[in-house]
């Protein structure tokens, strides 16, 4: 909007540049934008968009969760449930998870998407996260060259299909407003976004430190429990990638 240059009329010579940049406008996109104006509305109005921001802090949250267990838990001894590694090791997992990122979402996501959609593939990626945090406790059996491969490799899926369901509902939240309130529509996912992943340290953190006080209860022992709670909340998420919870805009149900 800030493009169209419409400025007060003070003489004719000024007349005469608005008259001829409104001959140049398009009629179509003249009326285009006058319905936009007339129909804007609250951002906390517009529910293809808030559910959309919803999904997308309970998946950060779960995101950043992860991150402060992972190294912790990598790091503390097997007899804690953990997998006893060192700085080094857990550094070059990292590294190598990294790594796998940048090719992932410059060589493999855009095709994921166009094939798959933000939707379908936010759903089938947080499917796929559940097994794999299912499986971490039970590293704790394997040792040497075994662990490290094992590890890097879920690691690297694990990330990679983290990095599918956010960048997926990034897309949906874009798609759920007009160009003129994007970014006033980013702005409040930021906020929301960074709150969740302000407090989601603090409690994965505090869950972590009570797991290892219960190595030999029944239910989840150790750190089972944290990465049961973890599957928990992704579980959540994917539920509220369906409707009638997420809405989304006609012109984007088909993907």
Avoid at 134 to 155: C, D, E, H, K, Q
Wanted: glycine share 8%; proline share 5%.
């Amino acid at each position: 909007q800030e493009t169209l240059h419409k400025h007060k009329v003070s003489d004719d010579g000024n007349q005469s540049v608005e008259a001829l940049e409104a001959h140049l406008i398009d009629p179509k996109e003249e009326v285009g934008q006058s319905n936009s104006s007339n129909t804007k509305k609250s951002l906390f109005k517009n529910w293809p968009l808030m559910s959309s921001i919803i999904v997308y802090c309970v998946f950060s949250f779960h995101d950043m969760a992860y991150t402060e267990v992972f190294s912790l838990w990598a790091e503390s001894d097997r007899k804690y449930g953990g997998l006893s590694l060192s700085s080094e090791d857990v550094g070059q997992t990292l590294a190598i998870t990294g790594a796998s990122l940048l090719v992932y979402q410059l060589f493999m996501y855009p095709s994921i998407i166009k094939v798959l959609g933000p939707i379908k593939s936010s759903q089938i990626a947080a499917v796929l996260c559940i097994p794999i945090l299912f499986a971490y406790p039970y590293m704790t059996y394997l040792s040497g060259p075994g662990l490290s491969i094992v590890l890097n490799i879920a690691s690297v899926i694990k990330n990679n299909l983290g990095v599918t369901i956010i960048t997926g509902t990034f897309i949906l939240q874009n798609n759920a407003v007009p160009q003129n309130q994007r970014g006033a529509a980013n702005g409040l996912a930021m906020t929301g976004m960074s709150f969740f992943k302000a407090i989601a340290p603090a409690g994965a953190g505090i869950v972590f430190s009570w797991a290892q006080k219960r190595q030999h209860a029944f239910f989840f022992p150790g750190d089972q429990m944290v990465f049961f709670l973890l599957n928990i909340i992704e579980l959540l998420g994917l539920v509220l990638t369906f409707r009638p919870f997420l809405a989304v805009p006609e012109q984007y149900e088909r993907n």
